[in-house]
C-alpha cells in the first residue's frame, strides 16, 4: 500500500481461522504458542471450538506477562461463543459424546485478536461485533 505524504501509515492485520483439526493433537503449551505466534503476526484468530479452561487462563497470564517485553505488543482481547439453549436430555448426551470423541468443544469459536488492533468484542444471541482500533 501506497502513503500518500500527510496521511498516516493504517497498521495492518488480516483475519485467520485455524480448525480444531490442527491443535488437537498438540499439548496445552505447544497450543498456546501457536496461538501466540499468530496474535502476534497482527492476525485475529478464529478458532474453531474453544481452549481448555486451564490452557485459556495460561494464554491469558503469559500475555499479560509479555506486555512491556514485546515491542507494541498491549494484550490480547479474547471471546469464546458457544451454543447455547435448551437442547434436552438427548441432545445434552450427543453434545458431550461429540466432546468426547472430538477431543474438544466443536460447537464454539473463540475469536482472539491483539489489543492493538481488537478494541472489544461484543456479543448477543443474534450477532458477534468486533470494535477495531483506528
Do not use: C, W
Amino acid at each position: 500500500m501506497k502513503v500518500k505524504r500527510g496521511m498516516k501509515k493504517i497498521k495492518g492485520f488480516s483475519l485467520q481461522f485455524l480448525p480444531y483439526s490442527e491443535i488437537k493433537g498438540l499439548n496445552g503449551d505447544e497450543r498456546i504458542r501457536k496461538i501466540l505466534n499468530i496474535v502476534l503476526g497482527n492476525n485475529i484468530l478464529i478458532l474453531q471450538g474453544k481452549l481448555k479452561t486451564d490452557e485459556e487462563t495460561r494464554l491469558i497470564g503469559d500475555t499479560m506477562a509479555m506486555i512491556g517485553h514485546v515491542k507494541g505488543f498491549k494484550g490480547i482481547e479474547l471471546a469464546v461463543i458457544s451454543e447455547n439453549g435448551n437442547k434436552g436430555m438427548f441432545g445434552k448426551m450427543k453434545q458431550g459424546i461429540v466432546r468426547s470423541l472430538s477431543g474438544g468443544d466443536l460447537g464454539a469459536i473463540t475469536i482472539i485478536g491483539p489489543a492493538s488492533i481488537v478494541k472489544e468484542i461484543k456479543r448477543n444471541p443474534k450477532k458477534i461485533e468486533l470494535l477495531l482500533s483506528r
